[in-house]
């Protein structure tokens, strides 16, 4: 079964940074596109930023673009959300996905067919 492990998530106030990781012990996540998702309490599932597989394309929701960048690190095969200028409102479990496309990637939910547990992010004073 393809697991993915989120972690790195915490207890953070409000104008800090924090880096969350995402990683599988059975595959190679340069083959697959990864996206980080969030989810409110009380609320949807949310798209934040994806990255397609090698020299595949980079997106990100517009509450993000600027504070928010996703990274890879091939040789740890581990995907990060490096956070910075952290708002209460980016309260909520952190969940990274793996879907089956090459360089491809999509910051909406739909055809993501493998998620990690979450890890939950506060930010607060």
């Known amino acids: 079964q393809f697991q993915l492990v989120e972690s790195g998530g915490g207890l953070v106030q409000p104008g800090g940074s924090l880096r969350l990781s995402c990683t599988s012990s059975?595959?190679?996540?340069?083959?697959?596109?990864i996206g980080w998702f969030r989810q409110a309490p009380g609320k949807e599932r949310e798209g934040l930023a994806c990255?397609?597989?090698?020299?595949?394309?980079?997106q990100y929701d517009d509450s993000v673009t600027g504070r928010f960048t996703i990274s890879r690190d091939h040789t740890k095969n581990t995907v990060y959300l490096e956070m910075n200028s952290l708002r209460a409102e980016d309260t909520g479990v952190y969940y990274c996905?793996?879907?089956?496309?090459?360089?491809?990637?999509?910051?909406?939910?739909?055809?993501?067919?493998?998620w990690g547990q979450g890890t939950q992010v506060t930010v607060s004073s």
């Open positions: 990255s397609g597989g090698i020299g595949g394309i980079k």
């Open positions: 059975q595959f190679t996540l340069d083959t697959y596109a």
């Open positions: 996905a793996a879907g089956s496309w090459a360089q491809y990637c999509t910051i909406v939910p739909v055809g993501y067919n493998h």
